[in-house]
T-cell receptor
Framework: SQKIEQNSEALNIQEGKTATLTCNYTNYSPAYLQWYRQDPGRGPVFLLL?????KEKRKERLKVTFDTTLKQSLFHITASQPADSATYLC???????????FGTGTRLQVTL | GAVVSQHPSRVICKSGTSVKIECRSL??????MFWYRQFPKKSLMLMATSNEGSKATYEQGVEKDKFLINHASLTLSTLTVTSAHPEDSSFYICSVGGARTEAFFGQGTRLTVV
């Protein structure tokens, strides 16, 4: 069966450290993988998109990697801040033109 | 990026009544919009793809007679939860875009059926 799993439901780290979130998928061959941030009671907000032929993408303190052999994406937040606390979702396009399928999400908590 | 406005943000209704949720694309003409449902601390589950001028495409297991979708213009899609029951209580979110480019989401609608 098809699955998209994010490594842990919750992740607690100290301010200033690097947060690393994992997204693993099975039985998909996505052309694109995206990462979103979601705050409680709000809709997701787009962060980064990476294509299957790209290994890494960066945006300010964010970095995403995409390994189609391992079927895995890693999402890094460097120099994390309490304001980075949120739920982070990975999403794949799953064949049909614009449909996105979301992972289970990881709640990140950055403490002082 | 596109601005998506969803209304209402919160609604409480009685069992057996119907509730309509609107999703407007304010600056983007969307031939396709997506409706998701999210349970507490869970991920987004795609319910249906709303197609302008034609019938919506529902995901497996989603009752089309229960969740009526209308996409009458390039800027408006509506989701009507008919004969609502407490188990329909959830967070409903719409979006435009996605896959090849980023998706833009509405603010979401918290539905509580009492």
């Amino acid at each position: 069966s098809q699955k998209i799993e994010q490594n842990s439901e919750a992740l607690n780290i100290q301010e200033g450290k690097t947060a690393t979130l994992t997204c693993n998928y099975t039985n998909y061959s996505p052309a694109y993988l995206q990462w979103y941030r979601q705050d409680p009671g709000r809709g997701p907000v787009f962060l980064l998109l990476i294509r299957e032929n790209e290994k890494e993408k960066r945006k300010e303190r964010l970095k995403v990697t995409f390994d189609t052999t391992l079927k895995q994406s890693l999402f890094h937040i460097t120099a994390s801040q309490p304001a980075d606390s949120a739920t982070y979702l990975c999403a794949l396009n799953t064949g049909t033109a614009s449909k996105l399928t979301f992972g289970t999400g990881t709640r990140l908590q950055v403490t002082l | 990026g596109a601005v998506v406005s969803q209304h209402p943000s919160r609604v409480i209704c009685k069992s057996g009544t119907s509730v309509k949720i609107e999703c407007r694309s304010l600056d983007f003409q969307a031939t396709t919009m997506f409706w998701y449902r999210q349970f507490p601390k869970k991920s987004l589950m795609l319910m249906a793809t709303s197609n302008e001028g034609s019938k919506a495409t529902y995901e497996q297991g989603v009752e089309k007679d229960k969740f009526l979708i209308n996409h009458a213009s390039l800027t408006l899609s509506t989701l009507t939860v008919t004969s609502a029951h407490p188990e329909d209580s959830s967070f409903y979110i719409c979006s435009v875009g996605g896959a090849r480019t980023e998706a833009f989401f509405g603010q979401g609608t918290r539905l509580t059926v009492v």
